[in-house]
């Protein structure tokens, strides 16, 4: 269902991609944001699940300034691999890179943003500070809330797991506190529950913040 392409983004820089279309007219696009774990076959395959259910979905490889073709699993050390990409990328250039992805879904009506992890904290950052979008959705950013005082632009929906190791629940109830007028979701779950390749990975939980994600889409996006 899905193929590599190639993005510019507005300072010149080319980028990698993964597209998804659905088999019709695209509902909306979206734009999907990775974990720190580059654009592998889980992210492709979010990708090609939102094509499934009717949008043209687009996952930019927001590591490729940093290195090319990262494609990380999910051990110790890919885990901090992943870290030091992450550093090194910081935020300002994935917002462009994601810039570009928006500009190549136009034409495929209102656009979205959904991310994980690292993504997660990035698509709250979409929501904030880029024009384009219509809604967005964040699955465990743990940095989130490090920017929960900036103020969204269109609606957003918090997706985060009580038992994550990685962000306390002190820090999703400051979300919580500081973007009361926004959506937030706890699922009894640990970090990455939707990605069935990581140990945390729950197929109830998954199943349902996907269903609340595609009904707010289908109100945000069509």
Not at 70 to 80: C, H, Q, S
Not at 145 to 173: Q, S
């Amino acid at each position: 269902m899905g193929h590599k392409i190639r993005l510019i983004a507005e300072d010149g820089f080319a980028l990698d991609a993964y597209r998804a279309d659905p088999a019709g007219a695209p509902k909306g696009g979206i734009v999907v944001i990775q974990e720190i774990f580059g654009v592998n076959n889980h992210m492709r395959g979010v990708a090609e699940s939102f094509a499934a259910n009717g949008y043209a979905a687009i996952a930019p490889a927001l590591f490729d300034r940093a290195q090319r073709g990262v494609e990380l699993g999910y051990t110790e050390g890919d885990i901090e691999a992943g870290r030091e990409l992450r550093a090194k990328v910081g935020w300002d250039d994935p917002l462009r890179d994601i810039r570009a992805a928006v500009k190549a879904l136009e034409g495929a009506g209102k656009l979205g943003t959904v991310g994980y992890c690292w993504g997660g904290s990035v698509a709250w950052l979409t929501a904030t500070r880029l024009d384009g979008i219509a809604a967005a959705v964040c699955y465990y950013g743990g940095q989130i809330a490090a920017f929960k005082g900036e103020k969204p632009r269109v609606p957003v929906m918090f997706h985060f797991g009580e038992r994550d190791k990685g962000i306390p629940m002190t820090d999703v109830e400051a979300v919580r506190a500081a973007q009361a007028r926004e959506t937030l979701h706890v699922y009894p779950a640990g970090h990455g529950f939707n990605c069935e390749e990581r140990g945390d990975y729950d197929a109830s939980c998954k199943k349902l913040a996907l269903d609340r994600t595609l009904a707010f889409f289908a109100r945000n996006l069509g």
